[in-house]
């Protein structure tokens, strides 16, 4: 409604031409029928859910949500999902970088196999990768036991958690960076070395400012993931409250006791939260991409 | 997905090559490989009869079914829908399409947990459907259709992700000179269409079913976890590791990690092969 307002205005404004039409002609058939099944689709499995969980935390009222989520429980569990995400996340950015380099840079034996394998975190079910990590960073796990004796705790800990979102936000950091240095171009570098740049001086001025709008993308797309991350975290975390409780458990827990509209409004601040951080990523990687190009 | 082609091979320093492929080498030993291989080891740690009950025993067995009948309702779905949007999408100048796309990608960016919310908010005892059908006796949440729902939702824009761009890249002249040589809509699409999607369109498939079987939060949250009826096998694995059963545990884990691995293997071939047919990003 407001986009016709506004076109109507640039229309009085500018003296445009006729308005670009709802659906261009083509002789293609079957957009009725695809469309229908696309917007009913959409509407059944995405839209009325979504009215749901937007509509039904308002029933405590402005004041009930809100001492619903400064509850000291809930504002713990939201700070420990959202500052490990971004830990984590930030952890992704020089690993990401590391792999997608050696993978596109350096010819080795096993090179298409560890490519392929970086995918794993993906592939691997979620259950499957909690259950495994947990395994290895328990105090009788090999890596756990390592820590152990250097005293520091790693399972049922802050750092567990932080360790399964590494691991799952990986692929995300390493996949965005490739098809970039992938086509970054050679002879760039080429001439930075020719005006005598060294190695440090091309990696940091000239290689890394052409990655920073995939490594942002990359980190972003990570650290989402991470926030919402329940099935390799939720062994892993020791679950207690105040201390080790991640936000979507918090939701699992307030569902067993039946009360909904906790649960929907740590779920909506969740999903605010979320998209509001993409967004802000997002304009900061369009200003990294505006000025790459300048 | 993977980019790794036409690597460019450095001369220089060769020192610090050794040295990074040797980096990289370690931390994806010590943070991916690792927990696959204890996940095997620790399903055989009392032997192979011992792994053969845990997948054997009638618990398991129904998690397996549950779990095959669950994707085989969900992916179909979301395979049609991903073409039907796809067609819509990428053949058709419409206005609104940022929005659809957007719609689409939505799942991507939620958690599971809320992906699993959403319908007990919906369907739930307390759900704005709840008391109507208790009402009429119908079972949603805890029960299989809600596990069909929950599934649905996670796993629907991988069929889509992978055909909008290609077609967006194939653009319509083809089947634009189908249509104008006399052919029928459907015979179009049956004979232009399809044959040019269709490597991207298993690749989409194959992600789309990998998650469908290995999805845990958004299924955990509707299930109820009521043994041999709504554990699928990923909650089926927490059921038994939360009783330390853990040989039941990874040995109900090893299948669905190695459901991973052929995901990984068939995918990997498909970007190795028919690079030229799938979409832009995926190509080696």
Redesign the interface.
């Known amino acids: 409604m407001s986009d016709q307002a506004i076109s109507g205005l640039a229309m009085a404004a500018a003296a445009k031409p006729a308005r670009r039409p709802w659906v261009q002609h083509s002789i293609l058939p079957g957009f009725g029928l695809s469309l229908g099944i696309t917007l009913t689709y959409l509407a059944a499995i995405v839209v009325l859910p979504l009215i749901a969980l937007a509509v039904r935390p308002w029933e405590l009222g402005l004041s009930g949500v809100w001492h619903e989520l400064s509850a000291p429980r809930v504002a713990a569990a939201l700070r420990l999902s959202f500052g490990l995400s971004a830990l984590a996340a930030l952890l992704n950015a020089p690993l990401g970088v590391l792999l997608a380099w050696t993978l596109t840079r350096y010819v080795f034996p096993g090179r298409r196999i560890l490519d392929a394998l970086v995918d794993l975190p993906f592939a691997l079910p979620t259950a499957v990768a909690g259950i495994a990590l947990t395994a290895i960073y328990a105090p009788t796990g090999p890596l756990g036991a390592l820590a152990a004796k250097l005293g520091v705790k790693t399972a049922y800990s802050p750092l567990g958690i932080f360790i399964a979102l590494v691991f799952i936000g990986l692929p995300f950091v390493v996949r965005s960076l490739q098809p970039v240095l992938q086509d970054l171009d050679q002879e760039v570098e080429e001439a930075a070395t020719t005006l005598g740049a060294n190695a440090l001086q091309r990696a940091v001025r000239v290689i890394l400012p052409a990655l920073a709008p995939s490594l942002i993308s990359g980190v972003s797309l990570a650290f989402a993931r991470a926030v919402g991350e329940y099935g390799s975290v939720v062994f892993i975390a020791g679950n207690l409250p105040g201390k080790t409780e991640i936000a979507p458990l918090l939701i699992v827990i307030k569902l067993e006791q039946y009360d909904y509209a906790g649960a929907a409004a740590v779920g909506l601040a969740m999903v605010t939260i979320s998209f509001g951080s993409l967004a802000a990523i997002n304009w900061l990687q369009l200003t990294f991409a505006g000025r790459g190009r300048a | 997905?993977?980019?790794?082609?036409?690597?460019?091979?450095?001369t220089?320093?060769p020192g610090?090559?050794v040295v990074?492929?040797l980096?990289?080498?370690i931390?994806?030993a010590?943070?991916?490989?690792?927990?696959?291989f204890?996940?095997f080891r620790?399903a055989f740690a009392k032997g192979l009869g011992k792994y053969l009950a845990a997948i054997t025993e009638p618990d398991a067995v129904s998690a397996i079914k549950l779990t095959l009948l669950v994707a085989a309702i969900a992916v179909p779905l979301n395979a049609?829908?991903g073409v039907?949007?796809a067609?819509?999408?990428a053949?058709?100048?419409?206005?609104g399409k940022g929005v659809?796309l957007t719609?689409?990608d939505?799942?991507f960016?939620?958690?599971?947990?809320?992906s699993g919310?959403?319908?007990?908010?919906?369907f739930?005892?307390?759900?704005?459907f709840g008391t109507w059908l208790i009402d009429h006796d119908v079972k949603i949440i805890f029960a299989t259709t809600g596990l069909v729902?929950a599934t649905?939702?996670v796993t629907?824009p991988f069929v889509a992700r992978e055909l909008i761009p290609l077609m967006q890249d194939q653009g319509?002249d083809e089947?634009?000179a189908a249509?104008?040589l006399g052919a029928g809509?459907f015979t179009?699409?049956w004979k232009i269409t399809l044959p040019n999607i269709r490597w991207a369109l298993l690749y989409g498939v194959l992600l789309c079913n990998?998650r469908a079987?290995?999805?845990?939060?958004a299924v955990?949250?509707v299930s109820g976890h009521i043994r041999g009826l709504t554990t699928t096998l990923?909650?089926h694995?927490?059921v038994l590791?939360n009783d330390y059963d853990?040989v039941g545990?990874?040995a109900a884990?090893s299948l669905?990690?190695s459901?991973?691995?052929v995901?990984?293997?068939l995918?990997?071939g498909l970007e190795w092969r028919h690079s030229d047919e799938l979409s832009a990003?995926r190509r080696h």
Do not use: H
């Not at chain 2, 079987?213 to 939060?217: I, K, L, N, S, Y």
């Open positions: 997905m993977s980019v790794a082609a036409r690597p460019i091979p450095t220089r320093l610090l090559a990074l492929v980096a990289s080498a931390v994806m010590a943070l991916v490989l690792l927990p696959l204890v996940v620790d049609a829908f039907a949007a067609w819509c999408i053949k058709f100048e419409f206005r659809l719609l689409i939505l799942p960016s939620m958690s599971p947990v809320v919310l959403v319908w007990v908010l919906l739930g005892a307390q759900g704005w729902l649905v939702l629907f319509s089947e634009a249509l104008t809509g179009t699409f990998a079987m290995g999805e845990f939060g955990s949250v990923p909650l694995v927490e590791y853990f545990a990874f884990a669905l990690a459901l991973g691995l995901t990984l293997v995918k990997t990003n």
